[in-house]
């Protein structure tokens, strides 16, 4: 009783304070006021910690894994199949938190039946759309699938830059560029947290390449790290303020990431304000008072560590004072936190929602159309014409599916996978692809042609039906995943070969990738067309042919540089040895803050492709760009004609150069529009520059400075264009934070 009076006078006085108003303060429940959706999020989770015991407190720091795993067995109360489960308190009217990967849909773990769901392209898709609706729009469709499924926690979205091309996990990732990368990713966790659902900015920090990321350290100095990898997770949480950060795997600078004071306290929660907690990656804590101390919220999936170290030895180390109460109490508080500021309390979720996945079917559909980037269009053989009497596909799997990647983020497919027992058949298999067969529905759309399919195992046959063909159509494919990095960036199975052979045949030869990421293209001189199509997703198959055939004019553009050759990479070799666990190695990022486009620029390197590179079905005009500069910020401004005969989409780029200052490459990415024109229509563009893309990071001072001078404004169509136009502008000296 006292408990409770005492509670209802600090409700009494919240009223009193202003915070409530006065009629609010009566109608406050006497025994839980934490539950009265009037106060805002810090007032409630210090009302709700103040009622608990220590041992509740201790509930919440500690996460269940939701499926069997190395002999233990689930908690029972965690959703089957499921990524994690954090115990509630029920008799304060506090719900548990269900956890599910991942950044593509509601992914599940392996099982009999795992949960079928619908699956957004991979993230280097959707960041090819440069499209901020649609990235929303997919987020939005994910947390709306997640919440449905029982979920209130979804391990999204994946940050990390794409230094290492090689990297298994790129496929989860939003590219190269920080700005890019940001902002896409951004998008996606705002639409995911619409659904009052939490989402996970991850993996922070530097955690580029699977090899060896239990024992790895990546080494980078501090200004160039926050010029580059720390600058887009930065801008995430300004945009998007996800409710949970996941620290990762790999050691930085010598200290484990999830114990790391640096990046935990110093720079997360102290320099960025960030406001919710910080989760562990599964398998990713060391130790109890390190990690505690260090920053460390919750312990992940206890299973996956060697020890429960956030269970009875976290307590043992409270009550002898090697984690002070305060910091156990600052936890749970961080967590209580998120679940008011996010919704999770006030809207509790129940397994068995409605999915209406012919609707969210269409949603990863127009993700993956407007990620599709058309590299190469020689003769305008696409759009494919009409009137074809012989069209032949071939490989990929194409008469029944599209390619997924592996790991974690693997959503399952509704109806099941087109295609099983490819090895890995287990993690991080299996193999899976997305029954929507391109073969079909360009079967649908070729409706007087006789189309023939041949699964390219034997490069002479397919060769041999190719050579009378009106057009040939080769898909290839890489399939990589969590935990395995490319072992080079050839195409794997003797496609190259196969795609040279049938180019041979027939100079009307067109080749669709189905890539985790760059890749090399030695019959790039012989094949007529390329379109980058990525791991599509749930409608990849109906994406494909509408892109084919014109019904969606190619709008995206890439993410990421596509070197010639992995000479021309930081690192040509991938460091560390991926049959060996134990040995710890460190990985240099000698190019600091130059990733991409940077280095390439940097190193004067011809790229394959190069960023922001992309064609269209028509053409665009650049015109009138001009600068002003208002409160310390530059504004860009424009305009873009369709000048085609063919209505399409344009994604303009602005990059900026500095004249005098030093930075750490030529040009920076510093904004774009994506524009939507009918042939002849013009719209103006206007885009405001972040000041940090325009300055370099002190350490010292822990402030971004902005050097006087002129700098070069470039309006470009990729990274190695010359510019459409350009002008210089002046920027006065400039010292600000964060």
């Not at 951004?186 to 239990?214: C, L, P, W, Y």
């Not at 150069?657 to 719209?683: C, I, N, Y």
Request: with cysteine; hydrophobic share 45%; glycine share 10%.
């Amino acid at each position: 009783m006292k408990s409770a009076l005492n509670l209802r006078l600090l409700a009494l006085a919240l009223a009193i304070a202003g915070a409530l108003p006065a009629s609010a303060a009566d109608t406050v429940p006497t025994n839980r006021p934490w539950l009265d959706a009037r106060l805002g999020a810090d007032q409630r989770a210090t009302l709700a910690l103040q009622a608990m015991t220590q041992q509740e407190k201790l509930g919440w720091v500690m996460g269940w894994f939701g499926n069997d795993f190395a002999g233990k067995k689930r908690n029972p109360a965690a959703l089957p199949l499921s990524a994690g489960y954090i115990a509630g308190v029920p008799r304060l009217g506090l719900p548990a938190l269900f956890e599910t990967d991942a950044g593509l849909g509601v992914a599940s773990q392996a099982g009999k039946t795992p949960r079928e769901r619908t699956s957004l392209p991979s993230g280097l898709a959707t960041a090819a759309t440069w499209d901020r609706k649609l990235a929303y729009s997919g987020g939005a469709m994910i947390g709306a699938e997640a919440r449905a499924s029982g979920f209130n926690v979804m391990l999204a979205g994946g940050v990390n830059l794409l230094r290492e091309p090689r990297n298994g996990r790129n496929f989860e990732y939003a590219g190269e560029d920080p700005l890019l990368t940001s902002t896409m990713v951004a998008q996606q966790i705002k639409g995911i947290q619409s659904n009052h659902v939490i989402a996970t900015m991850k993996h922070f920090a530097v955690n580029d390449q699977e090899t060896g990321r239990f024992i790895l350290d990546s080494r980078i100095d501090d200004a160039s790290n926050r010029m580059s990898d720390l600058l887009a997770f930065q801008l995430v949480l300004e945009q998007a303020d996800p409710g949970s950060v996941m620290c990762a795997y790999n050691r930085l600078n010598g200290a484990y990431a999830c114990e790391s004071d640096y990046l935990l306290n110093q720079v997360l929660k102290k320099d960025w304000g960030f406001k919710g907690y910080v989760m562990s990656d599964w398998g990713a804590v060391h130790s109890t008072v390190a990690s505690a101390n260090s920053g460390l919220d919750q312990q992940s999936a206890w299973e996956f560590d060697k020890s429960q170290y956030f269970g009875n030895a976290l307590e043992e180390a409270v009550a002898n004072g090697h984690v002070p109460q305060a910091r156990l109490d600052n936890m749970v508080f961080r967590i209580l936190r998120t679940m008011f500021d996010k919704g999770v309390v006030d809207h509790p979720v129940t397994e068995g929602g409605a999915i209406d996945f012919a609707a969210h079917a269409l949603v990863s559909r127009s993700d993956a159309e407007d990620g599709m980037v058309l590299l190469k269009n020689a003769g305008s053989v696409l759009p494919l014409k009409a009137g074809a009497k012989k069209i032949v596909v071939i490989g990929a799997h194409a008469d029944v599916g599209v390619l997924a990647g592996g790991g974690s983020s693997l959503v399952y497919p509704v109806g099941g996978s087109a295609v099983t027992g490819i090895a890995p058949t287990t993690w991080p298999g299996p193999v899976v692809y997305h029954p929507s067969s391109p073969l079909k529905a360009i079967q649908a759309r070729a409706p007087g042609a006789r189309v023939v399919y041949l699964d390219g195992l034997d490069a002479a046959a397919a060769a041999s039906a190719a050579a009378d063909a009106d057009v040939v159509l080769v898909f290839a494919q890489q399939w990589i995943g969590e935990a395995l990095d490319a072992v080079s960036l050839s195409l794997p199975d003797n496609q190259d070969a196969l795609i040279a052979a049938v180019a041979k045949a027939n100079p009307k030869t067109v080749v669709v990738l189905e890539t985790a990421g760059p890749v090399l293209m030695p019959w790039l001189d012989q094949s007529a067309a390329v379109l980058q199509a990525w791991y599509a997703g749930t409608s990849g198959g109906e994406a494909i042919a509408r892109v084919l055939f014109g019904e969606v004019n190619p709008s995206g553009r890439l993410p990421a540089t596509y070197p010639a050759s992995a000479s021309q990479l930081p690192r040509p070799v991938l460091d560390g040895d991926p049959k060996d666990e134990k040995t710890r190695f460190a990985v240099t990022y000698h190019e600091g803050a130059a990733i991409g486009y940077k280095w390439f620029d940097l190193k004067g390197l011809k790229p394959l492709f190069p960023f922001g590179h992309g064609l269209s079905y028509t053409q665009f005009a650049y015109t009138g760009l001009a600068a002003s500069q208002k409160d310390g910020k530059l504004q860009l401004r424009f305009k873009v004609t369709n000048t085609g005969a063919v209505k399409g989409k344009d994604v303009p780029q602005l990059y900026v150069a500095p004249q005098g200052a030093k930075w750490e490459a030529p040009k920076r990415l510093a904004g774009w529009d994506k524009v939507e024109l009918a042939p002849g229509e013009s719209t103006e563009v206007s885009v405001t520059v972040d000041p940090r893309l325009l300055a370099t990071y002190d350490s010292r001072s822990k402030s971004w400075r902005v050097v006087k001078g002129s700098y070069k404004v470039l309006l470009a169509r990729s990274a190695a264009d010359a510019g459409a136009a350009s002008i210089n502008v002046v920027l006065e000296a400039r010292t600000f934070k964060p």
